[in-house]
Nanobody, 122 residues
Framework: QVQLVESGGGLVQAGGSLRLSCVAT????????MGWFRQAPGKEREFVAS???????TVADSVKGRFTISRDNPKNTVYLQMNSLKPEDTAVYYC????????????????WGQGTQVTVSS
């Protein structure tokens, strides 16, 4: 059984920074690609970033240049560094383990964390 636990969310002013963490249980963390998604009220779940098991990152155009994804396999942890935050980044952020397929499709992920709220005030 895999469990993912996110942390690091909170309230921040526009232009500020947050770093989200996602700790995974299980000994096979290093073998899987991981991703971050977000969902704002009334909106669909949106791809934010993903990272391959070898450390190659991909970020959505909406956050490119502001967000960075990374991982520490010995610590079973994936991070999302978020800089220059905007009010439109406000959402619940989820980390997930990718099973197979395209990184931007949320149904390709099989395990999800409970989410962490990020609120950016203007």
């Amino acid at each position: 059984q895999v469990q993912l636990v996110e942390s690091g969310g909170g309230l921040v002013q526009a232009g500020g920074s947050l770093r989200l963490s996602c700790v995974a249980t299980g000994r096979t963390f290093a073998n899987y690609d991981m991703g971050w998604f977000r969902q704002a009220p009334g909106k669909e779940r949106e791809f934010v970033a993903s990272i391959t098991w070898t450390g190659g990152g991909t970020v959505a155009d909406s956050v490119k240049g502001r967000f960075t994804i990374s991982r520490d396999n010995p610590k079973n942890t994936v991070y999302l560094q978020m800089n220059s935050l905007k009010p439109e980044d406000t959402a619940v952020y989820y980390c997930a383990r990718k099973r197979a397929g395209a990184v931007v499709v949320w149904t390709n992920y099989d395990y999800w964390g409970q989410g962490t709220q990020v609120t950016v005030s203007s």
